[in-house]
């Protein structure tokens, strides 16, 4: 595994604080997957909370039942803004204008691409396909006045030629048009550096999820998915996040936000909101 020792140890605690004073960060944002239950069954309450936490800006991942014209609305009432949204390969696809008018709609600056379609592994193939994909789409999102993102989920971390498929998909696509959004989790879950990776593409990404894993779970999992338990609040895990940010903020990371897979995520939330903040990390 390419995971450092140092980035294995530190926890939560006054060590992961070396280094932050004086350090500054953001703007600070929340995916609202993170409160997808509780979306599910109350979305104006759910928008509250999440003002209420002290965020300014999200990520939408979808309208939970509304059309983005209502989901819009909704977030206008809760004083919150969105600079993200995520659109899925069949939106992609075979509606990139609709994609483009809910971007507009909700007032977001980036769409992003989270998922490959592939059986089992991933592979080459499945790759160089998603590579070809992403740059029709990145080009269509670009002329729109938009940026695009494809957000990786650990399955693209499969080693090829010296390399992993991660590295192909890199070089398949044109970075004028197509970026990444870090998801540290999920590039740690394989066995991966988050540090190393950034310093290995300091041009490719713009955005990052701030997530963290539970201490002592075993990393290497190439499947693209994980038991949400193993998802706790940033700062209690195993990353390093002083390291992680200061290398987010060196290569020019645009917008971060938090997010948080596990059941408890409307009690971890607050814990990594103060935790990041603690690191110079702000919501505004």
Not at 165 to 188: K, R
Not at 224 to 242: K, N, Q, R
Request: one cysteine or more.
């Amino acid at each position: 595994m390419n995971l450092s020792r140092r980035s294995l140890l530190l926890g939560c605690g006054a060590t992961l604080l070396v280094g932050a004073p004086g350090e500054s960060y953001g703007p600070l944002g929340l995916e609202i997957y993170s409160l997808r239950r509780e979306l599910a069954k109350d979305i104006p309450g759910t928008l509250a909370l999440v003002r209420k936490f002290g965020f300014e800006e999200v990520e939408v991942p979808g309208f939970y039942g509304l059309t983005a014209r209502g989901f819009r609305e909704q977030l206008d009432k809760a004083h919150l803004r969105c600079t993200a949204m995520v659109a899925q390969y069949d939106q992609l696809s075979k509606d990139m204008n609709g994609v483009v008018d809910d971007a507009r709609v909700l007032g977001a600056t980036y769409v992003i691409f989270p998922w490959i379609p592939h059986e089992n592994q991933f592979t080459e193939a499945d790759c160089r396909r998603g590579a070809a994909d992403m740059n029709r789409w990145g080009q269509s999102v670009k002329q729109a006045g938009l940026l695009f993102c494809y957000h990786p989920h650990g399955y693209e971390f499969v080693p090829f030629h010296g390399g992993t498929l991660f590295d192909l998909l890199a070089a398949q696509t044109d970075p004028a048009t197509v970026h990444f959004q870090i998801d540290v989790f999920w590039v740690a879950w394989p066995g991966q550096d988050p540090v190393e990776l950034m310093r290995r593409y300091p041009d490719r990404f713009l955005l990052m999820h701030l997530k963290d894993i539970r201490k002592g779970t075993k990393l290497g999992n190439l499947s693209g998915h994980a038991p949400e338990e193993v998802s706790v609040a940033v700062g209690t895990g195993m990353l390093d996040f002083p390291a992680i940010l200061r290398e987010g903020k060196r290569i020019g990371i645009k917008g971060y936000y938090i997010e948080d897979e596990a059941r408890e995520a409307i009690t971890n939330i607050p814990l990594s909101l103060k935790y990041l903040e603690s690191l110079g990390m702000s919501t505004t």
